[in-house]
């Protein structure tokens, strides 16, 4: 029986995971978990990328002591983050989005080509750490000049294990440079700021098979874990979802990108799927509970956290996407800069951070309801943030949808799925 695996990294965790068909069913076993997280170096924010390397081989060992049998395999990460190449080998460090080294970048990127006409032409929402802004602000800093390429990082890590190199669609669209209407690079993006052609090549679709490690197929499944995430819902009907992680994507499938006024004022992005727009939203997640857990509370169980949070009665709300909340020195003084008051104990974050959530999910629906003129009955979450029963009851009260928690591993799933469609067996 063929087995698939597929290797899942968050902003905070990785995973690799096997997966096969038996009797129809799709059957997975987590054969290793490794943490993840920034690096502070030379006052910037950073990736390990050399420790992920590590953990994604260290990880593929273990599976293949368990299951010699693996016929392929594919790596997926979060979005927008690259590492530059040169003579086939980084040039390092590799930035993470937090970092704000693109401060200086957005101004001039908007001088040669305001974001309205980038959003009529890409539909991808307005971020600080787009990888557009990152790439202008290498330029910048002449660390262009000297490479060859880039590589998003589930690209990267593939590249690392097969010598091939390869740009993945529904990742390159994460970055703010890729043609709603054609799907490719925007040529006339890439001119105007002067970025080198060199760099950006014809786009791949899921299911290539770029090359082999230790003779396992090395495939692109959707690249961009969200991607993959949404091919790993099990949904009825084409309803809402969110994938629940350190971020939020809110979002819905829909047949083309909506670039129009309403969805630029909303920021709501167009993201590549498989044989389909994501029309979603990044909203700050899991981020602001885990940074509060991490000052406030480091060892106190999540059970306890959201229990004495559903039991405060502290009822202010802030807006979770404000981006005071991005990467603050302390979240506990972020939100105190958005109260009129501080809440009187630590329970009290917490509650503002989930109820605000809940109404951030509300006002985002408002939005996509408004923006592609349908109604939806249901949402669907996944992800880790799916088991916090406090939140999900939330969000059903807030926005009046149906709430249907799968705290299942939708992003690897997605990812055997789309391995297993074209790897010859049927899905
Ligand atoms: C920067 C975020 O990671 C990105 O926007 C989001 O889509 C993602 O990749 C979540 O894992």
Known sequence: MKKYLAIDIGASSGRHIVGWKEDGELKTEEVYRFPNGVVEQDGHLTWDIDALEKHVRTGIDEAMKIYPEIGSLSVDTWGVDY????????????????????????????EQMSFSDLYRRTGIQFQPFNTIY????????????????????????????????????????????????????????IRTLGL?????????????VIGEYRGIKVMLCATHD?????????????????????????????????????S?????????????????????????????????????????ITAEAEEKHFDHLVDVNDPVFLAPESMKAAFDSKLPHPPKCTAGYFRCAY?????????????????????????????????????????????????????????????????????????
Not at 149 to 157: A, D, G, H, N, V
Not at 290 to 303: A, F, H, Q, V, Y
């Open 226 to 262: 969200t991607g993959s995430a949404v091919e790993g819902i099990p949904m009825e009907g084409n309803e809402l979802y969110i994938s629940s992680g350190t971020w939020s994507l809110l979002g819905v499938k829909t047949p083309k990108p909506l670039t129009d006024a309403g």
């Open 134 to 189: 990152q790439l202008y602000a290498d330029k910048l800093a002449g660390r262009l000049d000297e490479a060859d390429s880039f590589l998003m990082i589930p690209e990267y890590l593939m590249y690392r294990l097969s010598g091939a190199e390869s740009h993945e669609y529904t990742n390159a669209t994460t970055g703010g440079m890729v043609s709603a209407e054609t799907g490719e690079y925007d040529p006339e993006i």
């Open 355 to 427: 109820r605000s959530l809940a109404d951030g999910y509300r006002r985002a629906i408002e939005e996509i309801e408004q923006n592609t003129g349908n109604r939806y009955r249901r949402l669907y979450i996944v992800g880790g943030g799916a088991r916090n029963k406090y939140l999900n009851r939330l969000t059903e009260e807030a926005t009046g949808k149906q709430v249907t928690a799968l705290p299942i591993e939708a992003t690897a799933l997605g990812n055997i799925m789309i391995q297993i469609k074209n790897g010859g067996e049927k899905a």
């Open 83 to 110: 590492v530059l190449m040169k003579g086939g080998e980084p040039v390092l460090p590799c930035y993470a989005y937090r970092d704000s080294r693109t401060e200086t970048a957005i101004p001039k990127v908007h």
């Open 264 to 304: 630029e004022a909303a920021n709501y992005s167009n993201e590549g799927g498989v044989g389909y727009n994501r029309y979603q939203k990044n909203i700050m997640g899991m981020w602001l509970a885990n940074r509060l857990r991490s000052e406030l509370c480091p060892e106190k169980p999540w059970d306890e």
């Open 196 to 208: 080198p052609g060199r760099f950006f090549r014809p786009l791949q679709r899921p299911g290539s």
